[in-house]
């Protein structure tokens, strides 16, 4: 790949960086990613892998911005409130960084749709906040053997992990969804918006890691920290043979789509 | 008494077993549904808190749903 003096000055911190180097970058140029929930973590993560330079990102996601969004989502200005997020994630990132093809899916992911949009990519950004769709990106995943990054916070608590076809995947640790209602959302519960960086740019990490193939992904490790006390903790986990989905005797063999909470549906 | 590890945290508890249904109230868990445990490296199945017996010396991991970060 030929880089032009604009590129070469743009991608000089990874090209020092020994593990990366032209050859890394090379490989981040090449790299597709979808990114699922242009929100608190999807907008930190496509800003990074944007600026990282990733060949194409995906978006999907079927809101609008609203501006209850603009305290963490900060890849939309209040100038975008009522413009949907893929077109306003889409500009952003076309003004960061030309050289990504940004593919933008103006709809919710669904058993119907998933597959078929998760097939063009590399790696999977989980930046949703609801349950029924943290399993189908799941299963979606493990069924057709992507590896992407799970991303949960809450309050001033994140957790995530990294999955690659054959390592513990979110079901080997959380089975099925809880009770809808059971666990307060986002929008529940609220949450600080630094929170939603932190995380966010922990899963751009994974991709460009999964990219380069650079060190050690938070496989088989669920990664959770408390920024009350700013404290991390990595609990090891295995996979297990009772998951629902890929453990010995799999009930999960299709995409079902999960009962959402009322209160979620109501809310848009 | 028996010392048990809680999310890397030693805990004592008074008698020298206690079920896992048992402990997750001890440990201010509201609903046990909302809480996936391992058990010294291997995952309790949701059904089986009741009759799972903590025993001195066992390590748990409670790990919470945790949704956000679209909306």
Known sequence: MDYTEEQIQRYSRHFLLQDVGVEGQEKISNGKVLIVGAGGLGAPAALYLAAAGVGTIGIIDGDVVDYSNLQRQVIHFTADVNKPKVISAKEKINQLNPDVNVVTYQELLTSYNALDIIKDYDFLIDGTDNFPVKFLINDA???????????????????????????????????????????????????????????????????????????????????????????????????????????????????????????????? | MSKIIVNGQEQTIDTTSIQLLDLIKLNDVQQPDMVSIQLNGEFVLRDRYETTTINDGDELDFLYFMGGGQR
């Open chain 1, 141 to 268: 995943c493990v069924l057709a053997g992507k590896p992407f990054s799970h991303g949960g916070i809450l309050r001033f608590d994140g957790q995530t992990m990294t999955y690659v076809p054959g390592s513990a995947c979110y079901r080997c640790v959380f089975v099925s969804p809880p009770p809808p209602n059971a666990v307060p959302t986002c929008s529940q519960a609220g949450v600080l918006g630094a929170i939603a960086g932190m995380l966010g740019t922990i899963q751009a990490a994974e991709a460009l890691k999964y990219l380069t193939g650079v060190g050690e992904l938070l496989t088989n490790r669920l990664l959770i920290f408390d920024a009350k006390k700013m404290t991390f903790r990595t609990v090891n986990v295995k996979h297990n043979p009772n998951c629902p989905v890929d453990g010995d005797h799999p009930t999960v063999t299709q995409l079902v789509d999960y009962e959402q909470a009322a209160c979620e549906l109501k809310k848009h």
